[in-house]
């Protein structure tokens, strides 16, 4: 069955950086893109951006210029993001989804990774 | 960007009730709308895309309807594993917005 698997929860103290992987199966990784959506605690969903596992072309959201990079490495079929300069308010949850370009719905998504970011 | 909008914010409801959750965009996008399903402590699953269409191993009291502005996810017949946070999300354009989410809850 298609799944995507993240890695562990973080700790980061402010300033650092993050990064989380994202290991899909089930089905042929390039053909689809992995997007990344946030939420912080009790909050909604907030989209990140995505990348296409095809092209490796991305489109990242606008408050996250800058300080986010998504990569992926075929070989294993795995989708990376990393977060740089993190703040207090970067703590969250974050969700890898598998992205379906033509109709743009997330499906499935990983089981999410708690980024804490605490002095 | 454009802004989606959910009413209510939540709602109680007793099971084998008919609810209704709506969501509206701040301009037109078609039928590029998906709802998802969020269970506490869980990842969202995907429920309905592009307005109508029923994802694969979702039970039929589950359904969509709406295109422009304006979008409906009706649940028939409430079950008890139904009781979760619902959000629409667009994918008209960039970047991809979600509602803020309406809180299914047990009266």
């Known amino acids: 069955q298609v799944q995507l698997v993240q890695s562990g929860a973080e700790v980061k103290k402010p300033g650092a950086s993050v990064k989380v992987s994202c290991k899909a199966s089930?089905?042929?990784?390039?053909?689809?893109?992995i997007s990344w959506v946030r939420q912080a605690p009790g909050q909604g969903l907030e989209w990140m951006g995505w990348i296409s596992a095809y092209n490796g072309n991305t489109n990242y959201a606008q408050k996250l210029q800058g300080r986010v990079t998504m990569t992926t490495d075929t070989s294993t079929s795995t989708a990376y993001m990393e977060l740089r300069s993190l703040r207090s308010d970067d703590t969250a949850v974050y969700y890898c989804?598998?992205?379906?370009f033509g109709p743009g719905w997330f499906d499935p998504w990983g089981q999410g990774t708690l980024v804490t970011v605490s002095s | 960007d454009i802004q989606m909008t959910q009413s209510p914010s939540s709602l109680s409801a007793s099971v084998g009730d008919r609810v209704t959750i709506t969501c509206r965009a701040s301009q037109s996008i078609s039928s590029y709308l998906n709802w998802y399903q969020q269970k506490p402590g869980k990842a969202p699953k995907l429920l309905i895309y592009?307005?109508?269409s029923l994802q694969s191993g979702v039970p039929s009291r589950f359904s969509g309807s709406g295109s422009g502005t304006d979008f409906t996810l009706t649940i028939n017949s409430l079950q008890p594993e139904d009781f979760a946070t619902y959000y629409c999300?667009?994918?008209?354009?960039?970047?991809?917005?979600f509602g803020q989410g309406t809180k299914v809850e047990i009266k």
């Open positions: 592009t307005a109508s």
């Open positions: 999300q667009q994918s008209y354009s960039t970047p991809r917005t």
């Open positions: 089930g089905y042929t990784f390039t053909s689809y893109g």
């Open positions: 989804a598998r992205y379906n």
